[in-house]
Every structure is written in structure tokens, then in C-alpha cells.
């Protein structure tokens, strides 16, 4: 029988064939939003961004077309949600790192992964460190992340980027609006790159401060509030 309608595949894209042997980047989706602070229902948002990738149908499916510069719908593969502790934000965090580590980059797989809200980070950064030894971090985002303990957690979504420079790990910030005077004694002694809103850095300045390696993490309140407002913590 014909069917009437078409079924999606619930997965990046909407790709029918999906080959995880084929595949460069493999798309993490990550459901958590447990150290939200203002609002939650980031954890809705990795659903959200696959469900509405599949509109980008002109671009992938069949036709295999570039949809970034150098990759195909071919390139792409969506993982199972990746489910991590609830109970606590280390625990969560570690859950990540073990997850991107044995199922992205022991197969010499790109990560993308979708949040969910900013703490999960730490746990790709985690895992990219070790296969990466020179890695730095470009991050777009409103806050800069850096305060050392928040709401008696140092795993906060608050918290992330220290957790990162704590490392050594060479950072570029973009779009910063927002930081206490705790966050700028803590850039004085560590001194990552940050370029403050509005508008963007030179590029040539932005990668003064990274090295070969680079993870990229965009928080979406890097966005001006009257663009995106569905965030944790609007900027």
C-alpha cells in the first residue's frame, strides 16, 4: 500500500540512509538542563533542533549536496540521546566525556552535540583534551561562564568555562555582555581572549588565540534576547 504521507527519520537532517562508518560528524544529542538556574526546557532542545532540521530536506536527503563547506548528507550520522545522571552535575559531565569519548572519538569521528544546557560541555572538552592534547575552545555566549561555584555546584552551567581554563586550555570568548567582579579577577590571572557585544571580532584576532585543534560551544543567549528569548538565562 502507498503511503499518504512520508515518514520522517527522527535523526539530523532527516536522512534516510544513515552510515556510521561513512560517517565524519556524528550529531550527540544531549536532554539535560538539571543546574538551569532561571528557567528550565533546554533539555527539549536537542528533539527540537532534529526535528526541525529536517526542513534543511533541499540541502540533504538524496540529493547530497554540501551543506557546510566539504560535507554530505553521507558525512552525517545522529546518535541516540545521550542520557546522563540527573542527581548530580559531575556525574552528568562525566557521563558525557565517557559517552563522546567511546562513541565519537574512538572511531576518529567529529562531535556535534546538542544541548541541553552549558555544563555538559565540560564533558566533550573533557574527552576532546585527551585525544587532543592541544586543544583550545571558541566560545560564543553571553555569560562568560567562569564563576568557580554556583548554587554549591562547581559543575554549573555557570561554571564551565573555568572548569575549562583550569586545564591550561587556550579560550576565545565572543559576544560577552555580562561578568561580576569575581570573573575579572579570575580573567586577569588566566587571560583568555574575550571579545565583548556587540558585533564580532576581526577573525584574523579570534584565532590569534586558538591553536589547530579547536572545539566550538555556542550558548544561543550569544544571540541578542529580542532574537532568541528561549533561553536559560537570557544575556
Known amino acids: 500500500m502507498k503511503k499518504l504521507y512520508e515518514t520522517w527519520p527522527f535523526n539530523f537532517g532527516a536522512i534516510h540512509k544513515q552510515d556510521f562508518k561513512q560517517a565524519k560528524i556524528v550529531v550527540a544529542p544531549v536532554p539535560?538542563?538539571?543546574?538551569?538556574?532561571?528557567k528550565g526546557g533546554m533539555r527539549e532542545g536537542p528533539q527540537a533542533i532534529?526535528?526541525?532540521?529536517?526542513?534543511?530536506d533541499e540541502l540533504?536527503?538524496?540529493?547530497?549536496?554540501?551543506?557546510?563547506?566539504?560535507?554530505?548528507?553521507?558525512?552525517?550520522?545522529?546518535?541516540d540521546e545521550i542520557v546522563v545522571s540527573r542527581n548530580s552535575a559531575k556525574e552528568a559531565v562525566d557521563g558525557?566525556?565517557?559517552?563522546?569519548?567511546?562513541?565519537?572519538l574512538a572511531h576518529?569521528?567529529?562531535?556535534?552535540?546538542?544541548?541541553?544546557?552549558?555544563?555538559?560541555?565540560?564533558?566533550?572538552?573533557?574527552a576532546m583534551k585527551k585525544?587532543?592534547?592541544?586543544?583550545?575552545?571558541?566560545?560564543?555566549?553571553?555569560?562568560?561562564?567562569?564563576i568557580d561555584e554556583y548554587e554549591g555546584s562547581k559543575y554549573s552551567h555557570a561554571c564551565v568555562m573555568r572548569r575549562v581554563m583550569e586545564q591550561g586550555i587556550k579560550t576565545v570568548q565572543i559576544g560577552i555582555r555580562n561578568m561580576n567582579t569575581e570573573v575579572a579577577d579570575f580573567i586577569k590571572s588566566h587571560k583568555p581572549l574575550i571579545f565583548e557585544a556587540p558585533g564580532l571580532p576581526p577573525i584574523e584576532k579570534a584565532l590569534k588565540g586558538?591553536?589547530?585543534?579547536?572545539?566550538?560551544?555556542?550558548?544561543?543567549?550569544?544571540?541578542?534576547?529580542?532574537?532568541?528569548?528561549?533561553t536559560g538565562t537570557p544575556g
Do not use: C, W
Open 60 to 79: 540533504l536527503g538524496d540529493k547530497e549536496a554540501d551543506v557546510l563547506i566539504g560535507v554530505k548528507s553521507t558525512d552525517i550520522f545522529t546518535l
Open 50 to 56: 532534529i526535528e526541525n532540521s529536517r526542513y534543511l
Open 108 to 126: 576518529n569521528k567529529i562531535p556535534l552535540m546538542l544541548g541541553g544546557e552549558h555544563s555538559i560541555t565540560l564533558g566533550a572538552v573533557n
Open 32 to 38: 539535560y538542563d538539571s543546574t538551569s538556574s532561571f
Open 131 to 146: 585525544k587532543y592534547p592541544d586543544l583550545s575552545v571558541m566560545q560564543f555566549d553571553a555569560h562568560t561562564d567562569l
Open 210 to 230: 586558538l591553536t589547530k585543534n579547536v572545539y566550538l560551544t555556542f550558548d544561543l543567549d550569544a544571540f541578542d534576547p529580542s532574537i532568541m528569548p528561549s
Open 96 to 104: 558525557v566525556e565517557q559517552a563522546i569519548a567511546g562513541e565519537v
